[in-house]
């Protein structure tokens, strides 16, 4: 069985400050490993994925993610972050023994403050 | 743009009256998801389709029920809401059903129940 565990429940932060957002998993196989983020009153839209090659993967608004097999992890960083990326972010991991069923962490709130 | 629709955005019902979620998608995907997140929480798999192969998670309710007429169209009837109910009912979904397959969002329906 898979588990996800987002070590941060809310993480503040002033615009235009470093961000991590710090994801482990378990699992007794191969994963894939996903960031979700949910603006309020939304639906989850994907950030970014991890499946296969480069352990790093970024996103198109300046977000990247580095998969860290030894310390199973999947933490997102943002070198500068602005208001607009105040929301909720979800990590999550797939494995191909539970087809395309998504194991979620507890979700981080990023608080960004002007 | 093709997209995951839900409708309504919000939905307020009385306790024990039945209720309908809608879901389209124009993306034109084989599996179909309905996912409950409660505030602060991650979002829990109540079911999925793959075309018309219905898969019930085996903790969701017999409250919660789910048709899937279509390709395009999926429902969720809770056959007596409770208070416990309440939620985001959030609808998702992916091409196929391999681990790799992104799952893509609708903005939700938030669910009241007075």
């Known amino acids: 069985a898979q588990s996800v565990t987002q070590l941060d429940s809310q993480v503040p932060v002033f615009e235009e400050a470093p961000v991590e957002l710090r994801c482990n998993y378990s699992s007794s196989v191969s994963v894939y490993l996903f960031w979700y983020v949910q603006y309020p009153n939304q639906g989850l839209q994907l950030l970014l994925k991890?499946?296969?090659?480069?352990?790093l993967v970024e996103s198109i608004n300046g977000f990247e993610a580095e998969f860290n097999k030894s310390q199973t992890s999947f933490h997102l960083r943002k070198p500068s972050v602005h208001i607009s990326d105040t929301a909720e972010y979800f990590c999550a991991v797939s494995d191909n023994n539970a087809g395309n069923m998504l194991t979620f962490g507890g979700g981080t709130r990023l608080m960004v403050k002007p | 743009d093709a997209m995951v629709i839900q409708n309504p955005r919000y939905q307020v019902t009385q306790f024990g009256k039945p209720v309908t979620l809608s879901c389209s998608q124009t993306l034109n995907h084989n599996v179909m998801y309905w996912y409950q997140q409660k505030s602060s929480q991650a979002p829990k798999l109540l079911f999925h389709?793959?075309?018309?192969?219905?898969?019930n998670e085996a903790d969701t309710p017999d409250n919660f029920q789910s048709r899937r007429p279509n390709t395009s169209f999926c429902f969720l009837d809770i056959r007596s809401p409770g208070l416990g109910d309440a939620a985001m009912y959030l609808c998702?979904?992916?091409?196929?059903?391999?681990?790799?397959?992104?799952?893509?969002f609708g903005p939700g329906t938030r669910l009241t129940v007075l």
């Open positions: 389709y793959y075309d018309k192969d219905f898969n």
């Open positions: 991890y499946l296969s090659g480069s352990t």
């Open positions: 998702a979904t992916s091409r196929e059903d391999r681990a790799t397959d992104t799952q893509y």
